[in-house]
């Protein structure tokens, strides 16, 4: 059962350790997506399409509705991993998405989930 279900949901958060991002040639942003993004299993796509792309950073819930995160990487991944996001996971919807720079964070290795 607990192979289906990391098939189903990916893996636990602190086991896919991605290499940490080159900080010389990094960004990080914080993102808010707005929608109909709870519920729908968003945040595990969020993590991983992260993941697929080499992204660090994390992914949660918010009360209002929303969904924050921090993505750190090179500008060119981010570009990626922001269309990605637009495009959704097939039941999500996404109609407002709000992005702003942060300092990036040394020796960062991996994208998980907040709770």
């Not at 990080?28 to 660090?56: D, E, M, P």
């Not at 922001?82 to 039941?91: I, P, R, S, T």
């Amino acid at each position: 059962m607990k192979d289906f279900l990391k098939q189903i949901f990916g893996s636990n958060a602190d086991e896919d350790i991605i290499s940490p991002v080159d900080t010389a040639n990094a960004v990080r942003k914080s993102i808010t997506v707005a929608g109909q993004v709870q519920g729908v299993g968003f945040r595990y796509f969020v993590r991983q399409t992260a993941r697929a792309l080499g992204v660090t950073g994390w992914v949660m819930n918010l009360n209002d509705g929303t969904v924050t995160m921090e993505a750190q990487c090179s500008p060119q991944v981010l570009e990626k991993f922001v269309e990605q996001l637009k495009k959704g996971n097939g039941f999500s919807k996404i109609v407002q998405l709000k992005s702003y720079d942060l300092k990036v964070v040394e020796g960062e290795n991996k994208f998980g989930i907040k709770y």
